[in-house]
């Protein structure tokens, strides 16, 4: 099993970021999938979650209405669109699969002027 994420970067405040998870080794459309995220000196928080067909999706309160989960099952990969950046969303993003449970290596995302 493979999951690696991309897409990471710096933006300033206010700005937009597509994160993309792409999957090997497992049977995608089946999977539930999951982002979280760890800031600098924090655990990690589940950020959003998205089922295997795509229709079920759920956000920690404070990105929603600023992130979309989606996947395209055609293609193997999970996506985070994120828009309206702020400093609190400076984290390492990670790609998770809970029936795994396998963890992607991470991608950096840095909000900053």
């Known amino acids: 099993v493979q999951l690696v994420e991309s897409g990471g970067g710096l933006v300033q405040p206010g700005g937009s970021l597509n994160l993309s998870c792409s999957a090997s080794g497992f049977v995608f459309r089946n999977a539930a999938l999951q982002w979280y995220r760890q800031r600098p000196g924090k655990g990690l928080e589940l950020v959003a979650s998205i089922g295997g067909t795509g229709e079920i999706t759920q956000y920690v309160d404070s990105v929603k209405g600023r992130f979309t989960i989606s996947r395209d099952n055609s293609k193997n990969e999970m996506y985070l669109q994120m828009t309206g950046l702020n400093v609190d969303d400076t984290a390492v993003y990670y790609c998770?699969?809970?029936?795994?449970?396998?963890w992607g290596q991470g991608t950096q995302v840095i909000i900053a002027s």
């Open positions: 998770f699969r809970p029936t795994g449970p396998n």
